[in-house]
């Protein structure tokens, strides 16, 4: 391990040597593993191994990026880097990377995740359990991720650590008919508190009750979304928090710091601890990762920021500098005071939602959007279930479904999902007001 | 690249008795540059080069990769490929449909060596795409563009005696504009893309380009009016034909997804064997050709061989609005009883190759733009899209309109402000009564596979005009 560190710590003094300002160095030795499955079968196990060192170095506000893959081509790579920086633009925002020592907290990675011995027994531990819900007729598919990484980072503005990243996840996404399907993830940091049938029950169960639906009808609809859509929402959220997206408009939030943006009853948070899928104890600049409250009871906060943009916003950076622009890690919605079923007998007409995907923007300042709800789809009355729906989009606008949170459940699931639910999230069943459903025509 | 390594891999992967194996390298020079409202925010310059395996045994896949050169390293990830490919304990084993073997070598040609052109003059192209913005009479409050390079050098070989070498430059643009007037906002996006040299950029005409959509976005927030929602016709302007093309053709015409493959990712498709839709199916009008094409030369999607070494060549997939071929690998061709038509593509040596579209594109017809919009008496003229999106059997879908103007009477009149067309794939191509004859095309990342891997495709096309449908 020290061997590693050391050899990262060469590749900053070599830089600093050639003449550098500053210089970080980060080494990722990863392991990644994969089991694809339909059909409920094995379609392909992979493996990952991955070695690498990202370099950021800057001289004279002109910041260049490398990777090198292994440690004997150093010199040559950093002697082509440095020249690079030279020859490059500068940026007079740059505002330097993060300064000082930190203490870091230990790192709680399951070794148990440096490689699996039956990887494929997870996957039909699930399938088993969707099989308990649709039957026979099942047809299933998903992945099993796992993920062990080693992380060494030294900067020459001071931080200097080490961390274990540990991660296991699986998504299914179960058909008890051609139309019907339901979707469900397990997501978490160590192999004890993974249990792949609950999301295979999970999934088999709303299959089996989206049996027969019917297209959907558009409307003006109260909508109890379900963690795992939800967490696609908290995913657009999160990404508009960045600093970097504020700056090119790619968010709903520009202008909006220290305005009410939702009830009060919403807090939204960034925070990659130990349990989440993206846990890690410091950022690309080395500073420590904490919880951000973005949104403290309606009220936008903060933007996610690196020591750059940080300075640009007149503020501290909140540890969430990727390699060059800040990147939230995982989002937290807190609890409601209400049960999930009080949450559904609020609902006296209108739809739950338990998945979406494809979700894209007119105008991102707007928040003009719409994104296809997919698996199960179900028209509420009083709490029950009245018809199994398809075919709808939500065609709505961020602010406006995040203004019109009504209702929080206590109980939260961490999820992640693809590109469709990313960053992982906390993710509770969420109650929202006024949405609206438009389908082909 | 250490070729030697590879072929130790592929040697150690036959003698382990697997029924198929092959070795697949890449190397891969990169430079990235980001840049917000002129100003760089970094930029990067990398070598990413590593190898995989990937084996059939007992009728399942294993897959390995690593970026350490090593023999040892070689021999592991085999081993590990080889357990994988055991452990998947498939009832329905796998197999792939025969090919040839190939043994050759092909690459793609620059007229200015990308590596000739220095880091200034690259960084200069842009940043003078931002002065022009900021000058050209439009309040562009914000910008964000990049520069992705990729000169890439492939080496594949399979336990059937293939063995191929590539060389292929690829260089992309993106640039995404902000239009503030009027306290008002209007956003718009443009993707450029070509396999080849520096020359791409003569040919793309980037300022102009974005010049064009700021002067757009101005009018859409000072001039447009909203469309009184109804049936009339539209005309698709290539942009919007090249995506519907893309989304409610090509995507539902790979295999993999037809057989399940994606179905907890990317989906199923509306075309599934017993369902009302199959090869033989009309799908669409008799005007409607849509073709995948992975030869058409400096093309961002192009390549000679796909990356289990089967030959490139065009794919028929509407044919005059009759479902005609599905786009295959080697394993899907097998399983539906036919060969491969080479549409197995992966973007790096860490990835799977998958089934995945190269360019795609609605075939020309005999009109001119002018004609189309002469027989319209009432109607929309959707030139280009922003928000759009499609369900994941890829049926219903949705284009909202950047771009766009009212037709009365076979004149162009007023900018509309984002006109929705929110329809099925059958409507949509059975509407379709004529065709232009000028086909133009858009560089676009493609999304698929977990995890995820973009391809660089053409989405293209030219005007089509669709007879009675309902735009609000």
Same mark, same amino acid.
């Given at each position: 391990?020290?061997?590693?560190?050391?050899?990262?710590?060469?590749?900053?003094?070599?830089?600093?040597?050639?003449?550098?300002?500053?210089?970080?160095?980060?080494?990722?030795?990863?392991?990644?593993?994969?089991?694809?499955?339909?059909?409920?079968?094995?379609?392909?196990?992979?493996?990952?191994?991955?070695?690498?060192?990202?370099?950021?170095?800057?001289?004279?506000?002109?910041?260049?990026?490398?990777?090198?893959?292994?440690?004997?081509?150093?010199?040559?790579?950093?002697?082509?880097?440095?020249?690079?920086?030279?020859?490059?633009?500068?940026?007079?925002?740059?505002?330097?990377?993060?300064?000082?020592?930190?203490?870091?907290?230990?790192?709680?990675?399951?070794?148990?995740? +440096?490689?699996?011995?039956?990887?494929?027994?997870?996957?039909?531990?699930?399938?088993?359990?969707?099989?308990? !819900?649709?039957?026979?007729?099942?047809?299933?598919?998903?992945?099993?991720?796992?993920?062990? !990484?080693?992380?060494?980072?030294?900067?020459?503005?001071?931080?200097?650590?080490?961390?274990?990243?540990?991660?296991?996840?699986?998504?299914?996404?179960?058909?008890?008919?051609?139309?019907?399907?339901?979707?469900?993830?397990?997501?978490?940091?160590? %192999?004890?508190?993974?249990?792949?049938?609950?999301?295979?029950?999970?999934?088999?169960?709303?299959?089996?009750?989206?049996?027969?639906?019917?297209?959907?009808?558009?409307?003006?609809?109260?909508?109890?979304?379900?963690?795992?859509?939800?967490?696609?929402? %908290?995913?657009?959220?999160?990404?508009?928090?960045?600093?970097?997206?504020?700056?090119?408009?790619?968010?709903?939030?520009?202008?909006?710091?220290?305005?009410?943006?939702?009830?009060?009853?919403?807090?939204?948070?960034?925070?990659?601890?130990?349990?989440?899928?993206?846990?890690?104890?410091?950022?690309?600049?080395?500073?420590?990762?904490?919880?951000?409250?973005?949104?403290?009871?309606?009220?936008?906060?903060?933007?996610?920021?690196?020591?750059?943009?940080?300075?640009?916003?007149?503020?501290?950076?909140?540890?969430?500098?990727?390699?060059?622009?800040?990147?939230?890690?995982?989002?937290?919605?807190?609890?409601?005071?209400?049960?999930?079923?009080?949450?559904?007998?609020?609902?006296?007409?209108?739809?739950?939602?338990?998945?979406?995907?494809?979700?894209?923007?007119?105008?991102?300042?707007?928040?003009?959007?719409?994104?296809?709800? +997919?698996?199960?789809?179900?028209?509420?009355?009083?709490?029950?279930? @009245?018809?199994?729906?398809?075919?709808?989009?939500?065609?709505?606008?961020? %602010?406006?479904?995040?203004?019109?949170?009504?209702?929080?459940?206590?109980?939260?699931?961490?999820?992640?999902?693809?590109?469709?639910?990313?960053?992982?999230?906390?993710?509770?069943?969420?109650?929202?007001?006024?949405?609206?459903?438009?389908?082909?025509? | 690249?250490?070729?030697?390594?590879?072929?130790?891999?592929?040697?150690?992967?036959?003698?382990?008795?697997?029924?198929?194996?092959?070795?697949?390298?890449?190397?891969?020079?990169?430079?990235?540059?980001?840049?917000?409202?002129?100003?760089?925010?970094?930029?990067?310059?990398?070598?990413?080069?590593?190898?995989?395996?990937?084996?059939?045994?007992?009728?399942?896949?294993?897959?390995?990769?690593?970026?350490?050169?090593?023999? !040892?390293?070689?021999?592991?990830?085999?081993?590990?490929?080889?357990?994988?490919?055991?452990?998947?304990? +498939?009832?329905?084993?796998? @197999?792939?449909?025969?090919?040839?073997?190939?043994?050759?070598?092909?690459?793609?040609?620059?007229?200015?060596?990308?590596?000739?052109?220095?880091?200034?003059?690259?960084?200069?192209?842009?940043?003078?795409?931002?002065?022009?913005?900021?000058?050209?009479?439009?309040?562009?409050?914000?910008?964000?563009?990049?520069?992705?390079?990729?000169?890439?050098?492939?080496?594949?070989?399979?336990?059937?005696?293939?063995?191929?070498?590539?060389?292929?430059?690829?260089?992309?643009?993106?640039?995404?504009?902000?239009?503030?007037?009027?306290?008002?906002?209007?956003?718009?996006?443009?993707?450029?893309?070509?396999?080849?040299?520096?020359?791409?950029?003569?040919?793309?005409?980037?300022?102009?380009?974005?010049?064009?959509?700021?002067?757009?976005?101005?009018?859409?927030?000072?001039?447009?009016?909203?469309?009184?929602?109804?049936?009339?016709?539209?005309?698709?302007?290539?942009?919007?034909?090249?995506?519907?093309?893309?989304?409610?053709?090509?995507?539902?015409?790979?295999?993999?997804?037809?057989?399940?493959?994606?179905?907890?990712?990317?989906?199923?498709?509306?075309?599934?064997?017993?369902?009302?839709?199959?090869?033989?199916?009309?799908?669409?009008?008799?005007?409607?050709?849509?073709?995948?094409?992975?030869?058409?030369?400096?093309?961002?999607?192009?390549?000679? *061989?796909?990356?289990?070494?089967?030959?490139?060549?065009?794919?028929?997939?509407?044919?005059?609005?009759?479902?005609?071929?599905?786009?295959?690998?080697?394993?899907?061709?097998? +399983?539906?009883?036919?060969?491969?038509?080479?549409?197995? @593509?992966?973007?790096?040596?860490?990835?799977?190759?998958?089934?995945?579209?190269?360019?795609?594109?609605?075939?020309?017809?005999?009109?001119?733009?002018?004609?189309?919009?002469?027989?319209?008496?009432?109607?929309?003229?959707?030139?280009?899209?922003?928000?759009?999106?499609?369900?994941?059997?890829?049926?219903?879908?949705?284009?909202?309109?950047?771009?766009? *103007?009212?037709?009365?009477?076979?004149?162009?009149?007023?900018?509309?402000?984002?006109?929705?067309?929110?329809?099925?794939?059958?409507?949509?191509?059975?509407?379709?009564?004529?065709?232009?004859?000028?086909?133009?095309?858009?560089?676009?990342? &493609?999304?698929?596979?977990?995890?995820?891997?973009?391809?660089?495709?053409?989405?293209?096309?030219? &005007?089509?005009?669709?007879?009675?449908?309902?735009?609000?």
């Amino acid at each position: 391990m020290n061997d590693v560190l050391n050899k990262t710590g060469e590749i900053v003094k070599k830089a600093k040597a050639l003449g550098a300002d500053e210089v970080i160095a980060k080494t990722t030795f990863g392991m990644y593993r994969q089991v694809r499955f339909s059909n409920n079968q094995v379609d392909t196990t992979v493996a990952w191994n991955d070695y690498v060192t990202d370099v950021a170095l800057a001289w004279k506000k002109r910041v260049v990026v490398t990777q090198i893959h292994n440690f004997y081509e150093v010199d040559a790579r950093i002697k082509k880097l440095l020249e690079l920086a030279k020859v490059s633009k500068e940026n007079p925002m740059f505002g330097g990377f993060a300064k000082g020592s930190f203490r870091y907290a230990k790192s709680k990675a399951d070794e148990r995740l +440096r490689d699996l011995e039956n990887p494929t027994d997870y996957v039909f531990e699930a399938i088993n359990a969707a099989e308990k !819900e649709v039957g026979s007729q099942i047809d299933s598919g998903g992945i099993l991720f796992t993920k062990f !990484e080693d992380v060494y980072l030294v900067s020459s503005e001071g931080p200097v650590g080490v961390d274990s990243r540990s991660a296991i996840e699986l998504s299914i996404r179960v058909f008890s008919e051609r139309e019907a399907s339901g979707h469900s993830v397990e997501c978490s940091s160590t %192999l004890k508190d993974f249990k792949p049938a609950k999301a295979g029950m999970k999934a088999g169960e709303i299959a089996r009750l989206a049996k027969n639906p019917k297209a959907g009808d558009e409307g003006v609809y109260d909508v109890v979304f379900d963690p795992l859509i939800f967490g696609s929402l %908290l995913g657009v959220w999160a990404s508009m928090t960045s600093a970097f997206n504020v700056m090119v408009q790619l968010s709903v939030f520009v202008n909006k710091l220290d305005q009410k943006v939702a009830p009060e009853i919403v807090v939204l948070k960034d925070n990659p601890s130990a349990y989440s899928l993206a846990n890690r104890l410091f950022d690309d600049e080395g500073v420590p990762t904490r919880e951000n409250v973005i949104i403290d009871h309606g009220v936008l906060k903060t933007y996610l920021h690196n020591t750059s943009t940080a300075k640009i916003f007149k503020t501290e950076t909140t540890g969430n500098a990727g390699l060059v622009v800040p990147t939230p890690w995982n989002i937290e919605m807190n609890p409601g005071d209400m049960d999930k079923n009080e949450i559904f007998k609020e609902l006296k007409m209108g739809l739950y939602l338990t998945n979406t995907w494809y979700t894209r923007f007119q105008n991102y300042t707007k928040g003009d959007f719409s994104t296809i709800p +997919r698996d199960g789809i179900f028209l509420m009355e009083k709490g029950e279930i @009245r018809q199994s729906w398809k075919d709808i989009r939500i065609s709505d606008n961020a %602010l406006s479904l995040l203004t019109n949170i009504a209702g929080i459940s206590k109980e939260r699931q961490h999820v992640h999902w693809w590109g469709e639910a990313d960053p992982p999230s906390l993710s509770p069943y969420v109650l929202i007001k006024n949405v609206h459903i438009t389908k082909s025509k | 690249m250490e070729e030697d390594i590879v072929d130790y891999a592929l040697e150690y992967a036959k003698s382990k008795g697997a029924e198929y194996a092959e070795a697949r390298a890449q190397s891969q020079v990169q430079e990235r540059l980001m840049l917000r409202s002129g100003i760089l925010e970094a930029y990067v310059s990398a070598v990413d080069s590593g190898f995989c395996v990937r084996m059939i045994a007992e009728g399942g896949i294993g897959f390995a990769s690593t970026n350490k050169w090593t023999r !040892e390293e070689a021999k592991e990830i085999v081993d590990l490929a080889f357990r994988y490919a055991k452990v998947a304990n +498939r009832k329905d084993k796998i @197999r792939f449909a025969e090919e040839k073997s190939v043994e050759t070598k092909w690459v793609v040609n620059q007229k200015e060596k990308i590596e000739d052109v220095s880091p200034e003059e690259k960084i200069s192209k842009f940043v003078d795409i931002d002065k022009s913005l900021s000058s050209c009479g439009v309040k562009v409050a914000a910008t964000m563009s990049s520069c992705t390079i990729d000169l890439t050098s492939n080496y594949y070989v399979n336990s059937e005696s293939s063995r191929i070498s590539s060389f292929v430059p690829k260089i992309g643009a993106f640039i995404f504009i902000t239009v503030a007037e009027q306290g008002k906002t209007e956003q718009a996006y443009e993707q450029f893309g070509y396999s080849g040299g520096w020359e791409a950029f003569r040919q793309w005409n980037i300022t102009e380009k974005m010049i064009h959509d700021a002067k757009v976005l101005k009018d859409v927030i000072t001039k447009g009016k909203t469309v009184k929602p109804g049936i009339m016709d539209l005309i698709c302007g290539s942009e919007v034909t090249g995506i519907a093309a893309h989304e409610s053709c090509g995507h539902p015409m790979e295999a993999d997804r037809i057989l399940g493959r994606e179905m907890s990712q990317a989906g199923r498709s509306f075309i599934f064997k017993g369902g009302p839709f199959w090869i033989g199916t009309r799908i669409g009008s008799d005007v409607v050709t849509i073709v995948d094409d992975p030869t058409i030369e400096h093309s961002y999607g192009y390549y000679a *061989y796909d990356d289990e070494g089967v030959k490139a060549r065009r794919r028929y997939l509407y044919k005059n609005g009759v479902i005609n071929e599905f786009l295959h690998n080697r394993e899907t061709a097998a +399983r539906l009883g036919t060969r491969s038509n080479a549409s197995s @593509r992966s973007i790096n040596y860490d990835r799977e190759a998958i089934v995945r579209m190269a360019n795609t594109f609605v075939l020309h017809g005999e009109m001119t733009e002018e004609e189309l919009i002469e027989d319209v008496k009432y109607g929309v003229y959707m030139k280009s899209f922003t928000e759009w999106n499609i369900d994941d059997k890829r049926f219903n879908q949705r284009y909202v309109g950047r771009e766009a *103007y009212m037709i009365e009477n076979g004149e162009l009149k007023h900018p509309i402000a984002r006109p929705v067309i929110e329809t099925t794939t059958q409507k949509f191509w059975t509407a379709v009564d004529a065709v232009s004859k000028k086909v133009e095309f858009d560089a676009a990342t &493609c999304g698929k596979g977990d995890p995820s891997q973009g391809v660089p495709v053409y989405t293209g096309g030219p &005007c089509i005009r669709l007879k009675g449908v309902y735009v609000k």
